[in-house]
């Protein structure tokens, strides 16, 4: 039957699962937690695309410099009203450059997140089939508690034991809702959809139904 082993080995995986997950490893180590639980691939093409954003959002030295220049052919060309608006509509030209060119390298940051999107995709999937793989061998291993479980009254009554087996089923059992609880908080997007309503009404109607006495108690 159950015992405290059990309950620590639980524990065990919720420790596992947190110190795997977004709030320790994937501080310390982003790498490594990204290629264990998000499955990103390369990302020299994002930083590129950020960098290139980056250096040019924070440039202001050029872009000031390019003013000025506008600025000093005006004065060349005197305070006339054609010379202000001829001035006017190059530095309107040239604050579109500005805008068309940090248009383009966002671009560039969009299109270098779709092979990243895609893989990550295609990583959560696998991580998915592994967890859905671990609760269909504890339904297996359910399935095969009850065939090898004894009655319960000849329990009761002393004639017969539990088998040895059904011990050892027991601990494995456990150990892969462990291990479900480890990948589920170290990648955490499903813990996200839960719906806490519906899960408060899924408790409660277990809860009756597993403690509720059925039919008459023998006297």
Same mark, same amino acid.
């Given at each position: 039957?159950?015992?405290?082993?059990?309950?620590?080995?639980?524990? @065990?995986?919720?420790?596992?699962?947190?110190?795997?997950?977004? @709030?320790?490893?994937? +501080?310390? #180590?982003?790498? #490594?937690?990204?290629?264990?639980?998000?499955?990103? %691939?390369?990302?020299?093409?994002?930083?590129? =695309?950020?960098?290139?954003? &980056?250096?040019?959002?924070?440039?202001?030295?050029?872009?000031?410099? +390019?003013?000025?220049? !506008?600025?000093?052919?005006?004065?060349?060309? %005197?305070?006339?009203?054609? #010379?202000?608006?001829?001035?006017?509509?190059?530095?309107?030209?040239?604050?579109?450059?500005? =805008?068309? &060119?940090?248009?383009?390298?966002?671009?560039?940051?969009?299109?270098?997140?779709?092979?990243?999107?895609?893989?990550?995709? =295609?990583?959560?999937?696998?991580?998915? %089939?592994?967890?859905?793989?671990?609760?269909?061998? !504890?339904?297996?291993?359910?399935?095969?508690?009850? $065939?090898?479980?004894?009655?319960?009254?000849?329990?009761? =009554? /002393?004639k017969t034991t539990?088998?040895?087996?059904?011990?050892?089923?027991?601990? !494995?059992?456990?150990?892969?809702? @462990?291990? *479900?609880?480890?990948?589920?908080?170290?990648?955490?997007? *499903?813990?996200?959809?839960?719906?806490?309503?519906?899960? %408060?009404?899924l408790l409660v109607?277990?809860? $009756?139904? /597993?403690?509720?006495?059925?039919?008459?108690?023998?006297?």
């Amino acid at each position: 039957m159950p015992d405290q082993r059990h309950l620590y080995m639980l524990v @065990a995986g919720v420790l596992l699962g947190v110190l795997l997950g977004p @709030a320790v490893l994937a +501080r310390l #180590a982003p790498q #490594a937690y990204d290629t264990m639980f998000l499955g990103s %691939g390369d990302l020299s093409q994002l930083e590129q =695309a950020q960098a290139e954003l &980056e250096l040019f959002l924070t440039d202001e030295d050029t872009r000031q410099a +390019r003013i000025d220049n !506008i600025l000093r052919q005006a004065e060349v060309l %005197g305070d006339g009203d054609s #010379a202000q608006i001829a001035t006017q509509e190059q530095i309107a030209l040239l604050m579109n450059d500005f =805008a068309d &060119e940090q248009e383009r390298l966002e671009s560039n940051i969009d299109t270098a997140r779709v092979p990243i999107l895609a893989n990550q995709q =295609a990583h959560r999937e696998k991580l998915s %089939g592994m967890l859905t793989m671990m609760l269909l061998l !504890i339904v297996v291993i359910l399935a095969t508690e009850a $065939i090898l479980s004894p009655q319960r009254d000849e329990l009761e =009554a /002393g004639k017969t034991t539990l088998p040895p087996a059904l011990s050892r089923l027991i601990t !494995i059992r456990y150990a892969l809702a @462990a291990g *479900w609880l480890m990948l589920m908080l170290a990648q955490p997007v *499903w813990l996200k959809g839960i719906d806490l309503t519906f899960g %408060g009404l899924l408790l409660v109607v277990v809860l $009756i139904a /597993g403690l509720v006495p059925l039919g008459k108690q023998a006297n």
